[in-house]
């Protein structure tokens, strides 16, 4: 039995590495656009180009998709042909030497996927912040107190292992 393309995304990316990349044009057209919070990439050859430099640092990541949410329907695009689209949601785990002493880092996010026969369009969302400002020691400070702020909290200070304490919350 033939696996759907939500099958192939989720063995993909549960095996992702460097090796895999060269695979990617059986799950994306030529002229596929990514978009993540760190740019947009059109194409398929830039798009192995951008998994080749993730992959090719001195850190590892490892992806589990959590959940799978696919519409049965397709979508009626302007200027484009039908298209279903699906949602995945993941987890990363990644570590880095320059982040957290190179501990292992959990980020959560997601993927959403326009395809026919294969994926013309990929938007992953995550929270740039928590993937990798948080990590960096004066960064990671700041981050932490306008989150607190925008929490409600009217001050934070750092404590030793990089964390935020609350000082004191709004009245």
């Given at each position: 039995?033939?696996?759907?393309?939500?099958?192939?995304?989720?063995?993909?990316?549960?095996?992702?590495?460097v090796d895999s990349i060269a695979n990617?044009?059986?799950?994306?057209?030529?002229?596929?656009?990514?978009?993540?919070?760190?740019?947009?990439?059109?194409?398929?050859?830039?798009?192995?180009?951008?998994?080749?430099?993730?992959?090719?640092?001195?850190?590892?990541?490892?992806?589990?998709?959590?959940?799978?949410?696919?519409?049965?329907?397709?979508?009626?695009?302007?200027?484009?042909?039908?298209?279903?689209?699906?949602?995945?949601?993941?987890?990363?785990?990644?570590?880095?030497?320059?982040?957290?002493?190179?501990?292992?880092?959990?980020?959560?996010?997601?993927?959403?996927?326009?395809?026919?026969?294969?994926?013309?369009?990929?938007?992953?969302?995550?929270?740039?912040?928590?993937?990798?400002?948080?990590?960096i020691p004066v960064l990671g400070w700041?981050?932490?107190?306008?989150?607190?702020?925008?929490?409600?909290?009217?001050?934070?200070?750092?404590?030793?292992?990089?964390?935020?304490?609350?000082?004191?919350?709004?009245?």
């Amino acid at each position: 039995m033939k696996q759907s393309l939500t099958d192939d995304f989720v063995s993909f990316y549960q095996a992702f590495s460097v090796d895999s990349i060269a695979n990617l044009g059986h799950l994306y057209v030529e002229s596929v656009t990514f978009v993540d919070p760190v740019h947009k990439v059109n194409g398929l050859e830039p798009l192995k180009q951008y998994f080749h430099h993730l992959c090719g640092g001195e850190g590892t990541s490892h992806f589990a998709i959590t959940d799978v949410i696919a519409a049965n329907k397709e979508l009626v695009l302007e200027d484009a042909e039908a298209q279903a689209s699906a949602f995945f949601r993941w987890q990363m785990t990644y570590n880095h030497p320059s982040l957290s002493s190179g501990k292992p880092l959990i980020l959560v996010g997601g993927s959403m996927i326009r395809f026919s026969n294969r994926i013309t369009y990929q938007e992953d969302f995550y929270d740039l912040g928590q993937m990798v400002y948080q990590h960096i020691p004066v960064l990671g400070w700041a981050v932490k107190k306008v989150k607190a702020r925008l929490a409600g909290c009217e001050a934070i200070a750092p404590s030793p292992n990089n964390t935020a304490t609350i000082l004191s919350e709004p009245n």
